[in-house]
């Protein structure tokens, strides 16, 4: 394979990386209309709507600016910072700054109901495919994984073997929407945990996974996105309570039966 991978149509190339990326939009966006007609949704049209439009904005908003953090020396360097920032994402951003749209978009329209579930299986399967795409896209992406001399090393068009760390991110989350869709049929499970499950999991990989890309530190060696993670973490520090203090309560009953 030779990367980056392009889509010859007659004289046209296409990247693989931009036609997935579009696809990973449309597609989760198809999914969720799915889910949504399929399973029914507690909130009505009108603020769902509202909560979609505060979910995209935060989201444009937030994976841009944690994207320009991702690297503060060339931010600092740029001549032009506007469009260095709107160049710049990130999904950790995207998924941080959509969750800050929605909950700003609920207090507005005073919605009290849990809005996140019926987005995690579109978000899932819209980030394995643009995954894919940025797998495709070789070292042409923006980050790829340090150089390796272990048994997962690959060489993604440099000549180097790297972590390919868009594959890891890829089984990954196939792995965790296994785990969830079995977790999520439990009776305990309650309104909003699935997504709130879904961005702890995500997060806490995400932070791992930066130690095997080349980052700037921002404070204590961690990069910003790391700090978004963790920030990610003591918003939801309730909710991982609430996780390990019923997993034990299940152990425990367990063998007491």
């Known amino acids: 394979m030779t990367f980056p991978v392009e889509f010859h149509i007659g004289p046209a190339r296409i990247s693989a990386h931009l036609l997935l990326e579009t696809l990973a939009f449309f597609i989760a966006f198809r999914y969720f209309l799915f889910l949504r007609k399929r399973k029914g949704d507690r909130i009505d049209e009108p603020n769902r709507i509202w909560i979609i439009i505060g979910a995209t904005a935060g989201a444009l908003v937030g994976s841009r600016l944690l994207g320009a953090l991702e690297s503060p020396s060339a931010m600092m360097k740029t001549e032009h910072l506007l469009l260095y920032i709107y ?34 299986y579109p978000l899932l399967l819209g980030m394995i495919i643009g995954r894919i795409g940025c797998f495709l896209n070789g070292t042409a992406e923006s980050v790829v994984g340090v150089p390796t001399d272990s048994l997962f090393g690959m060489n993604l068009g440099d000549g180097v073997l790297r ?26 499970w309650q309104l909003g945990l699935l997504f709130k499950t ?11 996974l930066e130690f095997l890309k080349p980052r700037e530190s921002i404070a204590l060696n961690l990069s910003a996105i790391q700090w978004a993670c963790v920030a990610g973490w003591l918003y939801y520090s309730e909710t991982i309570w609430y996780l390990l203090t019923n997993r034990q309560k299940r152990m425990m009953n367990g063998s007491a039966a």
């Open 198 to 208: 879904f961005m702890i999991s995500y997060l806490g990989f995400r932070f791992g």
């Open 87 to 120: 160049s710049s994402k990130t999904i950790v951003g995207g998924l941080l700054g959509g969750l800050l749209g929605v909950e700003l978009a609920k207090a507005a329209i005073r919605e009290k109901t849990s809005s996140g579930d019926l987005f995690v």
């Open 163 to 188: 972590h390919p760390v868009a594959l890891y991110e890829i089984v990954f989350l196939v792995l965790l929407w296994i785990l969830i869709s079995i977790f999520s049929k439990q009776a305990s």
